[in-house]
């Protein structure tokens, strides 16, 4: 059986560490923003948050020049020193998104090479939920390059809440509350596309170790419920299709996917919590003449 991971950061100062990390590498540069605007686009009871980047330009220009320098090698090994904010467990590390579009972006990566379209293991589990009980967060996972995953190294993602700056927290919120289950699992009636969603108790996130195993455990009932290869306890094994995976502590949502673009627009798994992000005024238009649940229904199943 995988060995239980030992979390490696005292208890009660993790957020510490990414508020200072942060604030020093925006000082000296290595932490690079991309400033956006926003706009809401009310669809199917949802009121989306839709980001729009308002200046790409040098997020361009340095990976570009990052791509000249080594070659397009793996960003994650070895990490950027600047952007370390704390060792998690024996097998994974935080760091920050280099290119944040929201504030206090996490990484938690894995310290050995793993591909992102590995499936999940419990040690995984154990450095999210390790992290998400230091503060209130949305927890993320693009299984795959169709899932709108961007690197090839496996890592989860950890955003601060609220999602938004009015409005629930989450924006898909709304319409989970109509959710109907058949034992653990249930479906969202307002998501016209394949997926399933879970509950999860008040304090499972809290006690990090225990939770980890149930959530794991709840993962690989979700995988299977929508036709998905799960992994087995000594091993993750890699995944049969991609896929969105969404976790807060009161919630998860599992959405197969089929596509990342649509008419060029990238969709992950923010874009299933209701926050999208579009690079200019034309993807914005696209978005607005579709309707965001129906461009998430065409690159799902």
Known sequence: MEMKSVILFDKGTLWKKIVKTSANALATGAL??????YEFIEDGGVRFF????SNLVRKDEEKKKQAKEDGGANPFLPYEEALYVADVSESHVAVLNKFNVVDHHLLIVTRKFEEQETLLTLSDFEALMACMAEYHGLGFYNGGAAAGA???H??????PLPLTPEGPGVPIEPLLAGARFKDVSGVVPGFPFLHVFVRLDGGVISTQKAGA???FANY???LRSVGLKAPSVKRGGR??????????RKWML???RSREYFEGISINSLAYAGALLVRNEEQMAVLRRYGPMKVLRSTAL
């Open 32 to 37: 690079l923003p991309i400033p956006t605007e």
């Open 150 to 152: 961007s690197q090839s």
């Open 239 to 248: 995944q049969s299709g991609p896929y969105c995976l969404i976790i807060t």
């Open 213 to 215: 195993e149930k959530i």
């Open 50 to 53: 839709v980001r729009i980047l």
């Open 154 to 159: 496996k890592h989860l993602q950890l955003v």
């Open 254 to 256: 599992l959405v197969p």
């Open 220 to 222: 690989c009932k979700m």
